[in-house]
């Protein structure tokens, strides 16, 4: 399990990202279970996540409606199968709006960049 954490703070919202290998929904469950272990993970306000397999895509937005779908976006024009990726959000009080999107989709690419330096 690879954890990138406060790589992107604004308004008093903090994000990390975390990833492995996974290649089913069961698997899905026990990384997230596993995540939730630490704390600071599990008193997320959001822990939005997506896999792509070779048999369907999964994703959860976990209250932050449509973030799943922008990493299962990112992982499909990567071509990153069986790799679940989790973006976590500690919300700080004030609304982002269009911002998160970006915020979630900075985060997945920190991610890509720093599983490719190793």
């Known amino acids: 399990m ?3 954490d406060n790589i992107i703070r604004d308004r008093g919202s903090k994000y990390a990202v975390s990833g492995g290998p996974c290649a089913s929904e069961e698997e899905a469950k026990a990384f997230l279970k596993e995540l939730c272990r630490k ?3 599990a008193k997320a306000t959001h822990n939005t996540w997506a896999l792509l397999t ?3 895509s999964l994703k959860n937005d976990d209250g932050e409606a449509g973030a799943g ?3 299962l976006r990112i992982l499909e024009r990567e071509g990153l199968r069986d790799h679940i990726i989790v973006v976590t959000r500690r919300f700080g009080g004030k609304h982002l709006g269009g911002d998160r999107f970006r915020h979630v989709q900075d985060a997945v690419r920190i991610y890509l960049d720093d599983l490719r330096k190793a």
Request: proline share 0%; net charge positive; aromatic share 8%.
């Open 2 to 4: 690879r954890i990138l």
């Open 39 to 41: 704390r600071k993970f």
């Open 69 to 71: 779908m922008v990493i």
């Open 54 to 56: 070779a048999d369907t």
